[in-house]
């Protein structure tokens, strides 16, 4: 019996040691992050529907795939990348419209954040041969005729067409020259606003090609030294018009192949306007056109036969329009009637109207907003987008029938979604996540019936376990203005509500833009957390997904009511029991770097730390179509820039404060930080800052991101 009792001890005091045993979870690291990739999301990429609807492609492993939708099962192999010759799988590819060729883009080399050039091939199914689409250098922007007989490129900024049956290859324009005059492609800031890179379309019946002609010739250049270990630097200089200063003088032209005739367009004798998207419909030609103010629309039809134009709709907003993406005109009932978005009512909604102009009906409404309309499917008369309707912080899925508002949703989980759909709009591809749910992308039928699951990154919720990971906790507070804004706030794992914690404010804040969002995330706020840090983000006013009045409020005024709701942040968060109020720092990243310099310049008593990485530092450096569109004209708007540039707050620092740069970012230019740097040397304020040699504006490769954030996390170790 007494050997039984001793037993029993023996036992009792190894289970209560096991118990005592530390958590022996891992914490996570910034070499997890950037350098391991502990947990980077698996997903589905380079999908393509194809005609039948029935089946999509994909690249996997250097051959090109084809699927059923039904069941995701195997159909096919159509390409084995490697017969051709390619080293890696290509950079991108594109089926002729019935599907007999290929172009396939390889060797591509960025230009800016979306324009590239590549070496283009043609594969043809039939034979199992491939070619050279041309022996240009530099061709950017192919793109099949809608019959697959040609192709039409850019290169050296003019177009080209290739005959891909008798081999011929055409020049149609013929003026396009380096900073000068582009042809069949976006100038600049085009790209970086409208995201337009290919600026040709088409026509349904592949006899004609409308363009636009960019006319730089008067749009003042931006020179940037690039270094790249050479003796001497070189000099790239592009053409990059700035808040105020003159733009490029667009025109739309439309060519004839039979008779080689080119006939413009009349877009109306302002020159100081912008043509955000040409779209066919039928033998006619759509032209989207904004004022220098972008507060007035029009959509135009062109007769291209003669030039002459009508307009079909208008829109005016007393501050300013939404930019126009794609989706924002679709034609339908062969082109009598058309969709567009807009928020006359406040939300951003989707409205029909008849070819002559009338409104059909409103087809969707509500004190919510739609945040993508994903396309019609016109026999069944149900059109499909995504919403915030339930809350700001939610993406989900709907549809809704065009002509009786009849609508359902059809995501199932809370979180964010976004969709790819198959032709014809029998089947769809869902990506969704959450805060607490890694990327998860699934096949469903139209109505919503899920088929099968292609990722669930179930080794990534394995991995998951591992580590000690704080929750992303979703919270909500009033400011003394009476405003409610959505945050988050991340907590170190082993959060004791009697300690002091100091704060990590991280934000973007950029006129439309949210941080704040239902969807999965694990990045270097982990590693903070880790440290002991608490980090905490709120979206303020002018951030998306809560209307066309909260967003506007920072019209005219871009960095005004953005800090006060920072600053307003910062007392918040100070008057938790839990908070250490003296060690709050703020960071953040291009919009974010203006406005983490804002905060600690005009509100230095709440913050006694600041990281700028890649800031505006005065709107007046940063280009014409986002400044104007935010906070209207210079000219018209001195005050606006003036009174919210961190360069006329320099002499107020206090804290510690970090700039980051990178000297070749074409978009945020390094002079942002050396004109903000230059004022605060003259009056006589100590600051740190750190530059990184020929990267852009995201400031990566290799073990750049690593370095960055090491510093970052050292600096915020050191003097927070």
Known sequence: MKKYIALLSVLFAFSFSLNALPDLKKDITLEDIFVNRVFVQKSIYGLRSMNDGEHYTRIEN???????????????????????????????????????????????????????????????????????????????????????????FVSNNNIFVKDLNDKTETQITF???????????????????????????????????????????????????TFNN?????????????????NSIVSILVYDIPTKNTTKMNIGNNTDQYIARIKWN??????????????????????????????????????????????????????????????????MHLYRYSIDGKLINQITKGDWEITEFIGCDETRRIAYYISCESSPLQRELYCINIDNGSKKM?????????????????YYINFFSNADTPLLVTLHSADGKLLR??????????????????????????????????????????????????????????????????????????????????????????TGGRGETFRKQTYGQLGKYEVIDQVETAKYIGSLPYIDAKRI????????????????????????????????????????????????????????????????????????????????????HIQNTYEMAAKLVSEGKQFDMMIYPDKNHSIYGGLTRMQLYTKKMNYIIENL
């Open 62 to 152: 250097g051959v090109l795939v084809k699927y059923k939708y039904a069941d995701a099962e195997f159909a096919e192999k159509l390409i084995y990348f490697g017969d051709l010759n390619l080293k890696s799988s290509p950079d991108d590819y594109e089926f002729s419209d019935d599907e007999t060729k290929l172009l396939i883009a390889t060797n591509s080399k960025y230009i800016y954040r979306r324009s590239f050039t590549a070496d283009y091939l043609i594969y043809d199914f039939a034979t199992k041969q491939s070619e050279p689409l041309s022996i240009h250098k530099e061709q950017k922007a192919a793109k099949f005729s809608p019959d697959g007989a040609k192709v039409a």
């Open 175 to 225: 003026d396009g020259e380096y900073n000068q005059i582009i042809n069949g492609h976006a100038d600049w800031v085009y790209e970086e606003e409208y995201e337009l890179t290919r600026a040709f379309e088409w026509s349904p019946d592949s006899k004609k090609i409308a363009f636009f002609r960019f006319d730089e010739s008067r749009v003042k250049e931006y020179n940037m030294n």
């Open 230 to 246: 050479e003796l001497y630097p070189k000099n790239q200089n592009f053409k990059y018009p700035k808040a105020g200063e003159e």
């Open 282 to 347: 039928g033998n006619k030609l759509s032209i989207i056109r904004l004022n220098r103010k972008q507060n007035h629309l029009d959509v135009l039809i062109a007769n291209v036969e003669n030039g002459e134009t009508q307009i079909i709709y208008s829109d005016t907003e007393e501050q300013y329009i939404e930019r126009i993406d794609d989706s924002f005109l679709t034609f339908l009932n062969d082109g009598k009637e058309f969709l567009v978005t807009n928020e006359r009512d406040g939300y």
């Open 410 to 426: 059809l995501s199932a989980q809370n979180g964010t979604n976004s969709v790819i759909f198959s032709k014809g709009f029998k």
């Open 453 to 542: 699951t292609l990722e669930d990154n179930a080794q990534l919720r394995e991995r998951m376990k591992e580590y000690n990971i704080a929750k992303r906790e979703f919270f909500k507070f009033v400011t003394s203005e009476n405003v409610p804004l959505n945050g988050y706030i991340i907590k170190p794992v082993n959060f004791d509500e009697n300690k002091k914690y100091p704060v990590l404010m991280t934000q973007y804040n950029g006129p439309g833009s949210q941080e704040v969002k239902n969807s999965f995330k694990i990045d270097w706020e982990q590693a903070l957390a880790a440290k002991g840090y608490i980090v905490v983000c709120v979206d303020g006013r002018g």
């Open 585 to 668: 720092g703020i960071w953040g990243w291009s919009y974010g770097g203006f406005m983490s310099l804002n905060c600690i310049l005009k509100a230095y008593e709440f913050f006694k730390l600041a990281i700028a990485v890649a800031p505006v530092t005065n709107w007046k450096f940063y280009d014409s179509i986002y400044t104007e569109l935010y906070n209207g004209l210079p000219q018209e708007n001195p005050d606006g820039y003036d009174n919210n540039s961190p360069i006329t707050y320099a002499n107020r620092l206090r804290g510690k404060l970090l700039l980051i740069h990178g000297t070749a970012d074409d978009n945020v």
